[in-house]
């Protein structure tokens, strides 16, 4: 479903005309909720980059939300993935900045909206692979995502629920979109946070049963 198949349901479904505006606020309403109730593939971002000698940070994508891995590759094009940690721990575990102390970074945390910190320090321009979330570009402006291709069911729904809230709609009424919200959410979470994450390295990522 593309955004103008999207807009014309909801007008018709509602019997309500809505300006593109007040359309727009439902749409981007309905992605909020559903990109940070579920992981989708559509969240996922792949990047390399570089580590400079003697510099502990690393800079990180602007769209960055939060990582699922950090990895260096060394010289012989291994990867090595690094453990996520606190600051704090970073700065007691690597004290210092020196030559002496300096190698293979091991672990990494975020120091603010812009950077990691990794300990130890690098001793070498080694490359990295950032594998992160980020919000994908909103269907509204794209006009076509993955969320509106492969689950519409879950997008349209979310979208009713905040149109109808918006026209002051019966309670019940909010209420059966809610259900048909919840039904369409639970088939995503069942692929997203189910199915594409039965091989999943780490345990502390996101994971729910598959029956």
Request: with cysteine.
């Amino acid at each position: 479903m593309n955004y103008t198949e999207l807009k014309a349901n909801i007008q018709d479904i509602c019997e309500n005309e809505f300006s593109d505006d007040q359309l727009d606020m439902f749409t981007d309403q309905a992605e909020q909720k559903i990109y940070n109730t579920v992981q989708i593939p559509a969240l996922r971002k792949n990047v390399t980059g570089t580590m400079s000698i003697g510099n502990c940070y690393l800079q990180i994508p602007s769209d960055f939300l939060y990582a699922y891995s950090l990895a260096v590759i060394d010289a012989s094009d291994e990867y090595h993935y690094l453990l996520n940690k606190d600051v704090n721990f970073i700065r007691e575990a690597y004290p210092k900045n020196t030559a002496a102390y300096r190698g293979l970074p091991q672990h990494y945390a975020n120091f603010d909206d812009s950077a990691f910190i990794l300990g130890p320090t690098p001793d070498l321009a080694y490359s990295t692979e950032l594998h992160y979330g980020y919000y994908p570009e909103s269907i509204v402006t794209a006009g076509t995502t993955w969320l509106g291709d492969e689950f519409d069911s879950a997008l349209l729904n979310g979208a009713l629920i905040e149109a109808i809230r918006f026209m002051k709609g019966e309670p019940d009424i909010i209420a059966n979109y809610e259900k048909l919200y919840l039904q369409s959410i639970g088939l995503l979470k069942t692929l997203g946070d189910g199915k594409l994450r039965q091989d999943a390295y780490r345990s502390g990522q996101v994971r729910i049963p598959v029956s």
